[in-house]
């Protein structure tokens, strides 16, 4: 990120980061490309956030550690940024509280301490609490969900994909359509791409570690792309 940041003539006005990060130091530290940069930083969570403990959890969303970087996260918000009004939704599905097509079995966070006591005597108090502190963090919350679902937005902000991709949720395009947006940006995957619907709903998957413009264009690469695989019904792919 840094090395592309340099070469850039011109710096972005925003930048928003999809998730995985894995904060082995405070974000603020990692950020600081960003921030020389004159860019606003925005972020969303990934699964591979928490990989690290509460320790690495800490050092991306503890206001203590991060004091710039922390007012950029967008989790179940909507903001402007840039002229664009951005929602952000991270983390990804976990059975145990969402795993569609399937209902939710969980709809907000206070449920959780009275569902973990169904784990059996298996599970110590320790590995109970982790679990609770993890599930809570990282996974995709039908409150949080609604919440977005009730305001409107011109793009939405994704750590998990739609059914643009052949491992996608149908339910974040219908979180987009509800909101109002035209355009979903996703990570997780580690492949880019660009799709879009039959009502014009498009889609921009990003790989690890590239950056790309809201118009699809790379700024600069990242890892090298993982295989789409086959193109799932109902989403057209531009060539090119």
Request: glycine share 12%; aromatic share 6%.
């Amino acid at each position: 990120m840094a090395k592309g940041l340099a070469a850039l003539d011109r710096p972005p006005e925003a930048v928003v980061l999809l998730g995985d990060m894995e904060c082995h130091e405070p974000l603020d530290s990692l950020a600081r490309p960003i921030f020389h940069a004159g860019a606003a930083l925005h972020w969303i969570f990934g699964n591979h956030d928490y990989d690290g403990g509460p320790e690495m959890w800490a050092n991306l969303v503890d206001p203590g550690l991060n004091p710039r970087s922390t007012t950029g996260a967008l989790h179940a918000q909507v903001r402007e940024i840039a002229g664009v009004r951005i929602a952000g939704l991270g983390g990804t599905f976990r059975p145990r509280v969402w795993h569609p097509p399937n209902p939710p079995r969980l709809r907000r966070r206070a449920e959780l301490p009275e569902d973990l006591t169904t784990l059996g005597p298996g599970w110590s108090a320790q590995a109970t609490a982790a679990l609770e502190h993890s599930l809570a963090a990282m996974a995709i919350w039908p409150e949080d969900y609604d919440l977005l679902a009730s305001q409107r937005a011109d793009v939405l902000v994704t750590h998990e994909a739609p059914s643009s991709h052949p491992s996608g949720v149908a339910v974040l395009e219908d979180l987009a359509r509800a909101m109002g947006a035209k355009l979903v940006v996703h990570g997780h995957h580690h492949v880019g791409y660009r799709a879009h619907a039959e009502d014009g709903l498009r889609v921009l998957g990003v790989g690890a570690g590239w950056g790309v413009s809201l118009a699809g264009s790379a700024r600069w690469a990242g890892e090298p792309e993982r295989w789409l695989g086959r193109a799932p019904k109902g989403w057209h792919f531009p060539a090119g």
